[in-house]
């Protein structure tokens, strides 16, 4: 495809797809085989955050047999394994081949408002488009997470956030202070101490599972379980669940549990929550104990509620004991000298704002946050998809798109057939 063709996009459109991930793509191949006219709006190119923002070693957390996007379900070699980076890319890619969608790639969305005539006006880069339903596939992580005080660390210390990270080797020579333990956080740090590398880790309050039990892995009993189909309004959360952290666990070599107390013994040095760097010191909260504590709860908590189920079901399945903590932290929590501790470098795994700034349609509530039910917006003809709990656990991931991609599918085909709105012919970039 040249640069031209590339940036080529219809003046009017039944239906735009912001956002070429899995999510768009999942849109793209339902609507196509619907025979539904429509374009996929991609700043920069289909999959671009699996190519683009993730480290060298990572790896699927959720096992290989999950991947089932519409029409393309993983058909390796592996289904109880974790798909590494480039396998992941291949896997998108083959998807991409296997149906040919509609993809604009180099088109960045400037604007999203209501048209005087009905339907959607999107000002992109390569002109503007009138469209009679929009479909927002863009994610909820936006922009990267760094906090404001970061400004006044000496500026010998090299600062990442997680999205740019790659690679121990990347790294200023030196001790890493790695900040936060979602998954990007815990799998970091894993990563940069299976290099060798000193690695201080401030646990915040992330939950964690395990990775095997009982015979198998913890996403196959869950599922069994009908977990993953639980929606977000009959959750015991209700909408708060989309508000929790996702539990750190780890696919690579195989799958393991991430135990941050066994890092310790290892030699990596935990803190608590960082609460902040001054004059060259970093203080923490008073809470690694509980943080710790908690996250084990959670792990032996998800453990107890397979053991009941396989009870109920009568499964015979192998029996394991309880976990017992390998080791425990000192009490306190004394600040951390950068420069003593050599601390060369700093990777802020705190996570991401979404950015919406650029959607002038009353589709948020008051904290900024879309307003929908399975990505259905108040404002007809507008949709999200891709976010976590759209709809249930799956929603953000390869398990869950496909579902949630064939709703709005349906809904967007009743709307078009309710209201004819024509395609116009291409038009070329100025």
């Given amino acids: ?172 020579r030196g001790a890493v202070l790695v900040v936060g333990t979602g998954q990007s956080g815990a799998q970091i740090a894993e990563d940069l101490h299976l290099a060798g590398r000193a690695v201080h880790l401030c646990v915040g309050g992330a939950p964690r599972v395990a990775r095997f039990y009982r015979g198998r892995d913890v996403v196959e009993w869950l599922h069994l379980m009908g977990y993953y189909d639980i929606p977000v309004e009959k959750h015991p959360l209700r909408e708060g669940v989309r508000d929790r952290t996702n539990h750190y666990v780890t696919g690579r070599d195989g799958g393991r549990d991430i135990d941050l107390r066994r890092f310790a013994l290892e030699g990596m040095t935990l803190h608590g929550t960082l609460s902040g760097v001054q004059a060259g010191r970093a203080s923490f909260l008073d809470d690694l104990a509980g943080n710790l504590d908690e996250a084990d709860r959670t792990s032996e908590g998800i453990k107890r509620s397979i053991d009941a189920w396989v009870e109920k079901q009568g499964i015979e399945a192998p029996t394991e004991a309880p976990y017992v903590p390998p080791w425990q932290p000192p009490l306190g929590a004394a600040p951390l000298d950068l420069a003593a501790a050599g601390i060369g470098s700093i990777v802020w795994c705190i996570g991401f704002r979404p950015n919406y700034r650029w959607i002038e349609v009353p589709v948020f509530d008051g904290a900024g946050r879309p307003t929908h039910h399975r990505g259905v917006t108040p404002q007809p003809g507008c949709y999200f998809l891709g976010l976590p709990w759209l709809h249930t656990w799956g929603s953000g991931r390869f398990s869950g798109i496909a579902r949630d991609a064939a709703y709005l599918a349906e809904r967007i085909a009743a709307t078009v057939a309710e209201h004819s709105f024509e395609q116009a012919p291409t038009q070329e970039p100025a």
């Fill in 1 to 172: 495809m040249d640069a031209v063709a590339a940036l080529s996009v219809p003046a009017r459109i039944p239906v735009a797809i912001v956002g070429g991930g899995q999510a768009g793509l999942s849109l793209s191949w339902h609507l196509k085989h619907a025979g539904i006219a429509h374009v996929v709006l991609e700043r920069a190119t289909p999959g671009h955050a699996w190519r683009h923002e993730r480290w060298d070693s990572f790896c699927l957390v959720t096992p290989n047999w999950q991947c089932t996007l519409p029409g393309y379900p993983y058909q390796g070699d592996d289904p109880n394994g974790f798909m590494v980076k480039g396998e992941i890319v291949a896997y998108l890619d083959g998807f991409v081949r296997s149906f040919d969608p509609p993809v604009r790639a180099g088109v960045s969305v400037e604007r999203l408002a209501g048209a005087g005539t009905g339907g959607y006006r999107l000002e992109t880069s390569a002109g503007p488009i009138e469209a009679g339903q929009v479909v927002i596939a863009t994610g909820g992580y936006h922009d990267a997470i760094i906090p404001p005080y970061a400004s006044a660390i000496d500026s010998a210390i090299r600062q990442l956030h997680s999205s740019d990270y790659r690679n121990p080797a990347s790294l200023p």
